[in-house]
């Protein structure tokens, strides 16, 4: 375990001894590193950090701004500890309901657990939909700069198959038992911009939620039927500005992403969609992150805005959000 994150944090001297007060040795060192597993709702960001960190000595670190608060965890789709096959989760479900935690929060938290984790030998691995929480640890702080060398892992599916795949989904999740999960905490004075209550699926209950019990069956089926609806087309319109955000922040950083199509995953079913997103997710990222720990010439680092890189993105998102919202 210690050979394997010493390997990647060797100290490298320099090749001119500099006089006077300065410390140049951040200059000099080479940087610890971090992964991020980016995406929209419903991609398999989880999985797939999951999946990174049974291959590496690996901790994960939520960056969704919703799962970060205990409870709704149906709502919230929060990975479950069979799920995580135990590997250890930070930011994840810590904080109160009904209180807030800002990009700044997640910088100074995620900024301590990436320590705690690389003191314990291991690579932190970062894994939300939330990419203002990632921009403002990798653009607004420049001790992170300093320090890190980043390997940023887009996993990506068609949008008309994304949103069908939420949509059943979101049914899934009815099943489970969302309604009643929303219903426990349903207050007719909740403010619905701050908390957990800014989740996908408990503003669109209100207006059901209020009226159930003065509505006749046939009605409140109704009621019910259109919620839901609402909250399949609102977690669509998410993953869509999802998007539209990591192309902003491509074209604005020139960041190195590695492009992972899980499309063809999402069209098959059972067996074959497990095959599949072995060879088209789990061994194509396994194999970049390990080339990204080991092979200094494939770094994929946090380039200066003046930095050009010759990349182009494998899809203009925009274009395609723009037609699956027509």
Same mark, same amino acid.
């Given at each position: 375990?210690?050979?394997?994150?010493?390997?990647?944090?060797?100290?490298?001297?320099?090749?001119?001894?500099?006089? *006077?007060?300065?410390?140049?040795?951040?200059?000099?060192?080479?940087?610890?590193?971090?992964?991020?597993?980016?995406?929209?709702?419903?991609? *398999?960001? %989880?999985? #797939?950090?999951?999946?990174?960190?049974?291959?590496?000595?690996?901790?994960i670190i939520n960056s969704?701004?919703? &799962?970060?608060?205990?409870?709704?965890? @149906?709502? !919230?789709?929060?990975?479950?500890?069979?799920?995580?096959?135990?590997?250890?989760?930070?930011?994840? *479900?810590?904080?109160?309901?009904?209180?807030?935690?800002? %990009?700044?929060?997640?910088?100074? &938290?995620a900024s301590l657990a @990436?320590?705690?984790?690389?003191?314990?030998?291991? #690579?932190?691995?970062?894994?939300?939909?939330?990419?203002?929480? @990632?921009?403002?640890?990798?653009?607004?702080?420049?001790?992170?700069?300093?320090?890190?060398?980043?390997?940023?892992?887009?996993?990506?599916?068609?949008?008309?198959?994304?949103?069908?795949?939420?949509?059943?989904?979101?049914?899934?999740?009815? +099943?489970?038992?969302?309604? +009643?999960? /929303?219903?426990?905490?349903?207050?007719?004075?909740?403010?619905?911009?701050?908390?957990?209550?800014?989740? @996908? *699926?408990?503003?669109?209950?209100?207006?059901?939620?209020?009226?159930? %019990?003065?509505?006749?069956?046939?009605?409140?089926?109704?009621?019910?039927?259109?919620?839901?609806? =609402?909250? =399949?087309?609102?977690?669509? =319109?998410?993953?869509?500005?999802?998007? $539209? =955000?990591?192309?902003?922040?491509?074209? &604005?950083?020139?960041?190195?992403?590695?492009?992972?199509?899980?499309? +063809?995953?999402?069209?098959?079913?059972?067996?074959?969609? +497990? &095959?599949?997103?072995?060879?088209? /997710? !789990?061994?194509?990222?396994? %194999?970049?992150?390990? $080339?990204?720990?080991?092979?200094?010439?494939?770094?994929? !680092?946090?380039?200066?805005?003046? !930095?050009?890189?010759?990349?182009?993105?494998?899809?203009?998102?925009?274009?395609? /959000?723009?037609?699956?919202?027509?």
């Open positions: 375990m210690k050979v394997f994150m010493s390997a990647c944090k060797q100290a490298v001297q320099p090749l001119v001894n500099f006089q *006077g007060g300065f410390n140049l040795e951040p200059f000099f060192r080479r940087k610890d590193k971090v992964v991020f597993v980016m995406g929209a709702t419903g991609t *398999g960001k %989880s999985r #797939l950090a999951i999946d990174l960190a049974t291959r590496f000595p690996a901790e969704d701004k919703i &799962q970060v608060h205990k409870g709704l965890d @149906i709502v !919230t789709n929060k990975v479950t500890e069979e799920e995580c096959h135990g590997v250890p989760h930070h930011l994840l *479900g810590i904080i109160e309901p009904n209180a807030n935690f800002t %990009s700044a929060d997640f910088r100074n &938290q @990436i320590e705690s984790i690389l003191s314990r030998d291991r #690579l932190p691995i970062i894994a939300g939909g939330s990419n203002s929480y @990632i921009e403002a640890l990798v653009n607004d702080d420049a001790d992170f700069q300093l320090r890190y060398e980043c390997c940023f892992l887009w996993v990506d599916v068609s949008l008309p198959v994304l949103h069908s795949f939420v949509s059943k989904r979101v049914d899934r999740m009815v +099943e489970l038992g969302l309604v +009643e999960e /929303v219903r426990r905490m349903f207050d007719p004075q909740a403010d619905y911009t701050s908390g957990i209550r800014r989740a @996908i *699926g408990v503003p669109e209950l209100d207006q059901f939620l209020r009226a159930e %019990s003065i509505l006749d069956d046939k009605t409140r089926v109704k009621f019910l039927e259109a919620a839901i609806e =609402k909250v =399949k087309e609102n977690t669509c =319109k998410l993953a869509c500005r999802q998007l $539209q =955000k990591i192309q902003r922040l491509y074209n &604005q950083w020139k960041w190195s992403m590695h492009h992972i199509d899980a499309t +063809e995953v999402f069209l098959k079913r059972g067996e074959e969609a +497990e &095959q599949a997103w072995d060879k088209l /997710v !789990t061994r194509p990222s396994t %194999s970049m992150v390990r $080339q990204f720990l080991y092979d200094e010439d494939c770094v994929a !680092t946090i380039l200066p805005p003046e !930095t050009t890189i010759i990349a182009t993105p494998p899809v203009s998102i925009a274009a395609a /959000v723009a037609a699956a919202t027509r």
